[in-house]
């Protein structure tokens, strides 16, 4: 019986980040209807690519993290806060998924106590497999 493999970072993760970076306004607009009265797009975008390393050590990965993307982002209504859109792309069945997404989300507002909204693109050919909360009994 062979053991099963861990997933390898895919030319289409390559190309997923590169879309998410380049195309990130419209990404926006796609995602929420009012992109454009919201957020300040203009003033652009700061991808925390290193922050987001920062909180998940390489001794913590099971599997590389090359496509998750960190994004700040300010809302049009000129004040100071900003909102932290954690974006990941998920191109296979992954059992422990909400709970990574969740590790994500704590640790992110842990270190910089801002809102924080959490995208999954699942890109994987499952049909079955939309896990939507993470929840521990």
Do not use: C
């Not at 306004?25 to 203009?42: E, N, P, T």
């Not at 909102?83 to 792309?89: A, F, G, S, T, W």
Request: charged content about 35%; overall charge negative.
């Amino acid at each position: 019986m062979l053991a099963p493999t861990k997933p390898t970072v895919q030319k289409g993760d390559l190309l997923w980040k590169g879309i998410v970076e380049d195309l990130f306004a419209d990404f926006l607009r796609f995602f929420f209807a009012d992109a454009d009265d919201k957020f300040d797009i203009d003033k652009g975008f700061e991808f925390l690519d290193k922050e987001l390393h920062e909180i998940t050590p390489a001794h913590e990965l099971r599997h590389p993290r090359f496509v998750d993307k960190l994004v700040k982002l300010w809302y049009k209504d000129g004040a100071e806060k900003w909102l932290l859109l954690h974006v990941e792309v998920q191109g296979y069945v992954d059992n422990h998924f909400p709970a990574r997404m969740f590790t994500y989300f704590y640790r992110i507002y842990d270190k910089f106590q801002q809102e924080i909204t959490s995208l999954a693109i699942f890109t994987d050919n499952d049909d079955d497999y939309h896990p939507d909360r993470y929840k521990r009994d």
